[in-house]
């Protein structure tokens, strides 16, 4: 699994990873900014204060410290969303690089896509809110973010690889069955999320991690790994 993590950190500096990994961070920079400015403007607005000006800057000074902490609990749902938009071609790219001797495999239907995309990052999302309200828990809050975030997410990640090469319903029954090893590569992803900066790169990590593990479980090796 270690190799298997490296390999993805590896790939994402990559030439063939270079203009998935502009679009991507691109992308999740812009939707988190414009949540972070929309958040603050709605908060600003619901306790407008106009005979007490200092009220409202404090206000704002507040929410903005605030919700930089928040923003943090949203990577993960925000990973989840642009892998639903590029993990295709994420996992194309390790595929033919590293498993050439193996059938490429084949994405989901558009409308596939997009309703197992937006359920699971709506299913993050509710997550994630939980864990931010657990800070008040001393913690609690890291343990219920490494659980939460690590099983969703190598699930999600996990079948999502799978689903290339084999119907959705025998992704899933594959996960059931590598269900501790899809756990820790779980726990792989959200210690990576925990990493400020760096966790902008999850959705391109997380996609090329688990195409590893994939491969791996399913007793493929990297080509360069096995001809040796």
Known sequence: MLSAAWLALSDIWTPPFRAVLWKTLGL??????????????????????????????????????????????????VSALMAGLFSDDIAAVVETTHYPQDPPGRGLSFVDSVVST??????????????????????????????????????EFFESAASRFRPVAEARQLRRDNA???????????AFLAIPILNLLTPLFATAFMTHVHKRVTGSRPAEISTR
Do not use: E, K
């Not at 900014?33 to 200092?54: N, R």
């Not at 828990?137 to 699930?155: D, E, S, T, W």
């Not at 501790?180 to 959200?190: D, S």
């Open 28 to 77: 999740t920079l812009v939707l988190l900014i414009g949540l972070w400015f929309g958040l603050q403007a709605l908060v600003v607005h619901f306790a407008d204060w106009p005979s007490q000006p200092w009220i409202n800057t404090s206000v704002a000074i507040v929410t903005g410290f605030g919700l930089v902490i928040g923003l943090g609990f949203l990577i993960a749902p």
């Open 118 to 155: 937006l359920g699971f990052t709506a299913t993050v999302i509710l997550v994630n809110i939980v864990c931010l309200f657990l800070l008040l828990i001393p913690g609690v809050n890291l343990v219920a973010f490494f659980l939460g975030n690590g099983y969703l997410l190598g699930r």
């Open 180 to 190: 501790v090893t899809v756990l820790f590569a779980g726990f792989v992803i959200a």
